[in-house]
């Protein structure tokens, strides 16, 4: 238990306490914690040292398989040694205390259903679920547990067993679409809930970004947690700053949802 104490206002407990609908929209902060780097923090983040373009596009893969693969088996290597923390874990906890939750995640990795999410929906796909490039057949990995290549290392993708094209991650580039059925249920729970928490996202990227402005518009009570500004701070009802494992805990206590009630 960190000291860290951060003041939930009132409304927004009371808030918490009456909700019926709920929605736990998440970005790369959430996984921060366990040491996953975000993709736009200056410093820290994936895009300020490898370039986006060359790697999470399409057309990166197709014109460079080899560097693609093996940047995301370095980052599928990290997450499989990475744990959840205590963010992950207050949003399992949630469940337990408000009559619908929805979790929605914009991340690869699967730490909230590590920490226990039951049933959470990725809009960008995940690091661990291959398939082929050209038949999208789902695939296996070749290796189990990557050892730690370094970022730079070319690693050549595995063959589809169905049709020998190379296999790809399971994640969604820039310029693709979000798989369909993760895109609607997202949509529907944005649009039908009173109280959506965005926890740990720049809310610059779309269509994912449109989520908390939806609810919005549905007369929910929209709550960002994240150490910086965002371009969803002027809409957003409470924009707590701090770090989600720090803040997200206090705020189940702020309504009385201990950790053993
Ligand atoms: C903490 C913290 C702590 C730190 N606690 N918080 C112009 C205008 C509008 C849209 C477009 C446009 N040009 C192109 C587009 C479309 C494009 C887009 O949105 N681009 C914008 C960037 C401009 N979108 C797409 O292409 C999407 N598809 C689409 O639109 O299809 C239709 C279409 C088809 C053809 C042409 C055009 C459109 C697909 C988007 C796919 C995104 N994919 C990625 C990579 C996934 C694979 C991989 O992992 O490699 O998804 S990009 C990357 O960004 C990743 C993330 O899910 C996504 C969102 O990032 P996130 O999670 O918000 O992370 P960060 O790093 O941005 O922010 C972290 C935040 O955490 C910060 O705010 C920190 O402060 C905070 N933080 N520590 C809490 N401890
Ligand atoms: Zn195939």
Redesign the pocket.
Known sequence: MKNTHHDIPPALAQALRQARRVVVF?????S??SGIA????ALT???SRFD?QA??TPEAFAADPDIVWGW?EW?RAQVLRAAPNA?HRAIADLARHVPELAVIT???DDLHERAGSPCVTH???S?HAPRCSRCASPQAFAVDVPDEPEAGRRITPPACTACGAPVR?G????????PAQAWNDALRAAQGCDLLFS???????????ELPRLALAGGATVVQ????A?PLDAQAHHNLR????D?MPCLLASAGFGEDS
Request: hydrophobic share 50%.
């Open positions: 998440t970005g790369a902060g959430v921060a914690e975000t993709f736009r923090d983040g994936l895009w986006a790697l999470a995301y980052r963010a914009q991340n690869v809009l960008h796909g690091l991650p994640v969604v580039w820039f310029g693709e679409s979000l926890i740990g996202t720049s809310s610059l990227v779309y269509p994912a970004a947690v994240n150490p910086a965002t701090g770090a989600a494992a803040v």
